[in-house]
């Protein structure tokens, strides 16, 4: 059977964001992609210089009348980004309901993309419509630390309370919940950020399990861009491919992602020579470059289970 995603999210002419991180890797592991562009820029808006147009939630409802019209608006998977407009928002919302409405199995794949270490980089207006809209529609959901407080009104400062935080986030409604990353002291030392994860899994005789897992990623000294579009991407082809196995599924994923930061890092090194901070446009993806990986990934990561327990 084959599997079709509709993923709403920017599109760049140059580079590596949103739905230009996202498509390639999910075609490349068999997925079919239907994309949305919610913005076109020249590229994205860490360079010095963008220029662009953004997609109205008019525009993005005539678009999905068309698909409709066709009837050709079945989908397996939705995912979805970036986006700093509440009435684009609401119509994603809508567009949804309907969608799930046609296809009850379908999985949506939600990055509520808020902010980071402590500043909300979209205007807070956008809190409630995620808290309330968005986040009980999501199946999959992959906040970092910052936005998982944010929805659950909760801070991290324990491993515990990252437990407590995502059993919180499952009540709004994701089966799944990774947190990305978070502020938490690796057990490995600093070079590492610990990253999250708890599934529920609904067992034949109707009772609740879960599993919970943790996973030490090597950090890495540089801003990149598009890591947690590509991140969430992954995640949904993973966890199709385990989708009881959240261990394996973020094993993959984190792999994944550091063989292409590290092809990354390096060329952006050469590029710019000894001692010189690479630009933005150096520190560009090699998504290209690390199909192989994307498809077969050397799993460089283990993730422990913190629990599993039946309720």
Known sequence: ??????????????GYVGNKSATFPLQVLGFEVDS??????SNHTGYAHWKGQVLTAEELNELYEGIKLNKVNHYDYILTGYSRDTSFLEMVVDIIKELKEANPSLVYVCDPVMGDHGAMYVPEYLLPVYRDKVVPLADILTPNQFEAELLTGRKITTEEDAVEVMDLLHKMGPKTVVLTSSDLPSKRGDQFLVALGSQTIVKPDGTNTSQKICIDIPKVDAVFVGTGDLFAALLLAWTHHHPKDLKAACEKTVSVMHHVIKRTITYAHELAGPGKRPSPAQLELRMVQSKADIENPAIVVEA??????SH
């Open 1 to 14: 059977m084959e599997c079709r995603v509709l993923s709403i999210q920017s599109h760049v002419v140059r």
């Open 36 to 41: 949305i562009n919610s913005v076109q820029f």
């Open 304 to 309: 422990k289970v913190l629990q599993k327990s």
